[in-house]
């Protein structure tokens, strides 16, 4: 799934390569990200399942109702890891699901989405194959289906074109080593290497408590070719970046013993609202 992500993603793969010559490619995930449309098994189940097979634990259900969204995330189990681990080869991630709330969209909305996810047939039971694949588990759309879509929900629009394909993927920066492991440092690190950051809400995205810290680049584009041969430009996916602070039940604690346990936890509604999947070009 990474690698997929890494080959149709170049700003995410030239930041990761930028943070770990710097940081001695000790990169840890967050989490990863995925999308999917809530229809006929096709929704968030589709991918949680592999997930769940191996040792996740879902947690809290989050809500965001103008979107019509619904998303699930899912804890790691604690495995043990050989220091010096990097990346998906790191600590593992949290796994934050998403799913579009179909029957909340237009008749024709639905009956586009409708469309591809039964031709698809059981398409569904190979949901986490076809994000490792990189493939499609139902026929190219018509670049009118895209386009009607693109006016009704970024999101929709995105998951016909995408499919499983990992969304984003999060740094941790406060599992960084060097001086960027504080995440305005490493949004003015990003910036000065010429990426452009998702400004929607403002860079830095912050969660009530004061907590969670995120910020983000606005999506890559890919060419694609639709079913009738219209070849055009659409969003394809985003890096982010996270940092959780100590819980003030242990703030005490030396900078040495602090776990990601005693870090805050979970996501928030609010910061994830405001990410935008529009497409860029480098400014360098």
Known sequence: M??????????????????????????????????????????????????????????????????????????????????????????????????LLVDQMSPKAQEIIRKYTEISGCGNKHAALASALGSLIWGKPLYSEFQHLARESEYAAWALVNGYAVNHVTISTHRLKSHLRNIKSLNQFIEKNGFKLNSEGGVLKVSPDGMLLQSSTVADSISFCFSDNITESVPCSYIEFAERLVLPQFKNLPEKEVMEFHRRDGFEVGNADKRSLRAHRRTS
């Open 2 to 99: 990474e690698a997929v992500y890494l080959n149709r993603n170049p700003t995410a793969k030239a930041i990761l390569e930028r943070v770990g010559s710097v940081d001695n490619d000790q990169i840890c995930y967050d989490h990863i990200a995925f999308r999917t449309f809530g229809v006929n098994g096709y929704g968030i189940d589709s991918m949680a399942n592999f997930f769940l097979d191996f040792g996740y634990t879902q947690q809290e259900e989050l809500r965001f109702p103008a979107k019509k969204l619904k998303a699930l995330w899912f804890s790691p189990p604690r495995l043990p890891l050989s220091d010096g681990g990097s990346r998906v080869n790191g600590p593992l991630p949290r796994i934050f699901i998403s799913e």
